[in-house]
Structures are given as structure tokens and as C-alpha cells.
């Protein structure tokens, strides 16, 4: 995740057996994706390690960066590119010691441009803002404002992922804000004519 070029994220949803393989491949096979992140919750590694194996290959085969959320334990044991911690899943420097000089490590920052300074001082490779819009992904303790973006991309050169019900319909402010990625589930996994047209509508908004 190195072009500063906007470009898409996206996060899987938490169900990652029967077709999501399939849907993967769809969905890497039809633009551009900088990552994907591994996102499970209530397994226990082994069987996290076990559903990673062949979308870490999918992505592998497509290029994308494969990021595993919270877990530097699981990040390790996959050889991922890299983890991203939220703010109760460990320090930055620490990942760093465990993962690599290589590996990209970011960090949710809510509305927070001092959480965000702090994690880019500390050595993270991106921070992520948000929720921008309504989800339900996951439960939205923190709000985000476009202005959070704006003035992190006049002050830093670090990535900023904005991140929260992001569709090709809301993207477009994020977009103009400064945001360098858009962290996307929902809109790509539960799109109604498939998670290929999903990428194909986001990219077109992106070029």
C-alpha cells in the first residue's frame, strides 16, 4: 500500500467459508485493490490460519496486500503483509518488532487526529478514520467528519483509510477530503448484482 493515489480496501466480511473464496476472486478479478483485510471474530487461530490459507492466495495471485485484523499472533503465523490494530489490540511498536521492517501495520484513529499522530510517531504505515456513514458492519461508537481528513492530509504525508458505510454513491466527499484508501465491506460483499460490479463501480469513481 504504497500509491497515494485513492484506491480501495476492502475488509471481509465475517463469515469467510462456503463460496467467500469465490466471491474473493470475483471480486480481485475485476479492477483495482490495494488489500484485503482478514477480518474473523470468535474462532480460535488454528481455524482462523485454516480460512485464511486460500484467500491469502487469492490475493497473493492478484497482488493485493493481506492484512489481518487485530491478531499480530495470527499476522505472524501467515507471514501476512500486515495487521491492523485497533485501539485495544496492541502497540505499534511491538507489531513491528514482531512482524518486520516490512510489513504494513495500521491503526484505527475514530474522529482522532492526536490518536493518529501518536500511531504515526510510533511507526505506522497508514490510520485509518471513521465511521464516515451509518453501518452495520460493526457497531459505530465514533462518528468521523470530513474535516478530520482534510487537515491530516495538509499535515502528514502518512495514508489515511477512510472507513464506515462507504458506497460509490457517499464515496466521492472522502475521496475529495484527501482519504488515500476506502476501507469497504458491505457495499462490495452484499452488492446486489455481485462483488465484481461492486469493484467495477468504485474504480470507475476512483479513476
Excluded at 485493490?33 to 484467500?55: I, N, S, T, W, Y
Excluded at 501495520?105 to 499522530?117: D, E, F, K, P
Excluded at 458506497?167 to 446486489?192: E, M, Q, R
Aim: with cysteine.
Amino acid at each position: 500500500m504504497t500509491e497515494y493515489a485513492c484506491q480501495l480496501y476492502l475488509i471481509s466480511p465475517l463469515d469467510v467459508g462456503g463460496d467467500f473464496p469465490a466471491q474473493l476472486e470475483l471480486a480481485l478479478s475485476a479492477g483495482t485493490v490495494a488489500a484485503f483485510q482478514f477480518r474473523v471474530k470468535g474462532v480460535d487461530q488454528h481455524e482462523a490460519a485454516a480460512l485464511a490459507e486460500p484467500l491469502q492466495a487469492i490475493c497473493a495471485a492478484h497482488d493485493v496486500a493481506f492484512i489481518v485484523n487485530d491478531s499480530v499472533a495470527l499476522a505472524k503465523r501467515l507471514k501476512a503483509d500486515g495487521v491492523h490494530l485497533g485501539q485495544g489490540d496492541g502497540d505499534v511498536r511491538e507489531a513491528r518488532e514482531l512482524l518486520g521492517p516490512d510489513a504494513q501495520i495500521g491503526v484505527t484513529c475514530h474522529n482522532s487526529r492526536h490518536l493518529a499522530m501518536e500511531a504515526a510517531e510510533a511507526g505506522a504505515d497508514y490510520v485509518a478514520f471513521g465511521a464516515f456513514y451509518p453501518t452495520e458492519t460493526k457497531n459505530v461508537d465514533h462518528v468521523a467528519e470530513l474535516d478530520t481528513l482534510q487537515k491530516w492530509s495538509m499535515i502528514t504525508e502518512v495514508p489515511c483509510v477512510a472507513i464506515g458505510g462507504v458506497t460509490p454513491d457517499n464515496a466521492k466527499p472522502l475521496i475529495d477530503a484527501g482519504a488515500d484508501f476506502l476501507a469497504v465491506s458491505s457495499s462490495i460483499w452484499n452488492h446486489p448484482e455481485g462483488p465484481a460490479e461492486a469493484v467495477k463501480a468504485f474504480n470507475a469513481l476512483l479513476a
